[in-house]
């Protein structure tokens, strides 16, 4: 089975400071990879997801992340964080060929002034 | 925009009582899920159905079952609903398009507290 492993589940950073949330993943054939945020009392909204056209992917929000095939993992970062990135943030992944999206333990990201 | 709406926010339920969370979305998408979240857990995966009357188990589908009669619809059904079924769930929908990575749309959720 598919398991995803965010490292931290809570991160602190100071506005202007650089937001960098770990994701690794376990699968033999490079899945679908995603990260989601969510905002408090909110649902998920999606970040970006990974498609295999590119290893960088830029996503909403100034996000970006890096696929790596050689270290599982695709961390997410932002150059310069604001106070509206106080959210929990998910990673996730799905099989090429699936349906079932699995996800990481959340990050909680606290932005302190 | 896709819209997912979760039928409510808050729901209080006793031990043992019958419990319906309804979902609704109203772009045509075929496949449909139910998500429970908890602290430190993520999203841990229920029920989800390929399409009308179609379903299949995730990874925790003990003490659930899910019912999707039309496709805009699919309602999850906690039978006899106990404490440790106290949590949020979440709906999500996706239109597939046969192997392609087509993100999911949430619902904003419930959360059912069960005393």
């Known amino acids: 089975a598919q398991s995803v492993t965010q490292l931290g589940s809570h991160v602190s950073v100071s506005e202007g400071a650089l937001v960098l949330l770990r994701c690794n993943y376990s699968?033999?054939?490079?899945?679908?990879l995603f990260w989601y945020v969510q905002y408090p009392n909110q649902g998920l909204q999606l970040l970006l997801k990974?498609?295999?056209?590119?290893?960088l992917v830029k996503g909403i929000n100034g996000f970006e992340a890096e696929f790596k095939k050689s270290e599982t993992s695709f961390h997410l970062t932002k150059p310069s964080a604001h106070m509206s990135d106080a959210a929990e943030y998910f990673c996730?992944?799905?099989?090429?060929?699936?349906?079932?999206?699995?996800f990481g333990g959340g990050t909680r990201v606290l932005v302190k002034p | 925009d896709v819209k997912v709406t979760q039928s409510s926010r808050y729901l209080v339920k006793r031990t043992g009582e019958k419990v319906f969370l309804e979902c609704v979305q109203d772009?045509?998408?075929?496949?449909m899920f139910w998500y429970r979240q908890d602290p430190g857990l993520g999203l841990r995966l229920i029920y989800f159905?390929?399409?009308?009357?179609?379903?299949e188990k995730g990874d925790i589908p003990e003490g659930y079952s899910v019912s999707r009669e039309k496709k805009e619809r699919f309602s999850l059904i906690l039978e006899s609903a106990s404490t440790n079924q106290t949590s949020m769930y979440l709906c999500?929908?996706?239109?597939?398009?046969?192997?392609?990575?087509?993100?999911?749309?949430f619902g904003n959720g419930t959360r059912l507290t069960v005393t």
């Open positions: 699968s033999s054939v490079p899945p679908y």
């Open positions: 772009m045509d998408h075929e496949n």
């Open positions: 159905s390929y399409d009308v009357k179609m379903k």
């Open positions: 999500a929908s996706r239109k597939w398009r046969g192997g392609s990575n087509s993100p999911l749309h």
């Open positions: 996730a992944v799905r099989k090429a060929a699936g349906n079932k999206l699995t």
């Open positions: 990974y498609t295999s056209a590119a290893t």
